[in-house]
């Protein structure tokens, strides 16, 4: 069963919006050696919908290669083309990935039905086990515990999910509901505050953004829940609490994220996809200044 930190990692470009091979290494190292449980590519944050098929394959090739079997690698293949889904699922098992996270479909809102048919129809069509990806701020959707059990139930390549609501209660409740039946579900937050709830709560740990940022903090919280080191959880926690002003610096966080990671000293520019801008020189400095805080710069 997957559990602990897993980082949803950003991707790095050069100023004309290609693929920065040289900072990606650099980025997925420093997780690496950093300890965390695993790696997550093409996520919300590592910028998947905004990249081309041929782009995400690319890609996919070079950070397995890269890992190197270090730690578990997954990789994003959610959209809205159930085909496309489907194509590039398989085309991860086929390069090596652990697991496939794969967000519900966007754009309409649809009901459990769809949803049901969308994710029965990959999880026939692939036999890479699969995260399931809950975003409703994103989506319009919010996948029903039900659904969930259902799925991971009929389809045995389910065997978990991202649930990034910003609701403690609605992890619980489907940690309540899925590992009632179906212990072995990995279930992890999407928002970095729940980490430790979200374990308490009987879940499986967390995929959030701030662990490229500091990930030694995050493993070093997982294992102090571990050890039930109260003194330490406490410290770790008020620094996570600290980190989470970083998303509030700007409406689109991920230039943010990259900034932060360039300050801590990861060389990579924090470049973005088309047509998101960067940052202020007040914006930054904000960054750094909740970077000070937690002793990160």
Known sequence: MFQGVITPVITAFNEDGKLDFKGNE????????????????????????????????????????????????????????????????????????????????????LNNNSMYNYFAEVARNTELPIILYNFPDRTAVNIDPQLVLKLAKEFKNIIGIKDTVDNISHTRQLIDIVKSELKDFAIFSGFDEYFVPNLLAGGNGLIGGLSNIAPERFVKLFKAYKDRDFESFEALQRDVNTLMNIYTVSDFFIPAIKTAKMLVGCNIKPVCKSPANGLSDNQVEQIKEILKKVDLI
Do not use: H
């Open 26 to 109: 650099a980025i997925i190292n420093s997780l690496v050696i950093s300890g965390v449980n695993g790696l997550l590519f093409l996520g919300s944050i590592g910028e998947f919908f905004a990249l081309t098929m041929e782009e995400k394959k690319e890609f996919i090739r070079f950070v397995i290669k890269t890992v190197n079997k270090k730690v578990p690698v997954f990789i994003g293949t959610g959209g809205t083309v159930v085909d496309e889904v489907i194509e590039l699922t398989n085309f991860a098992a086929k390069e090596g990935a652990d697991a496939a996270v794969i967000i519900s479909p966007y754009y309409f809102k």
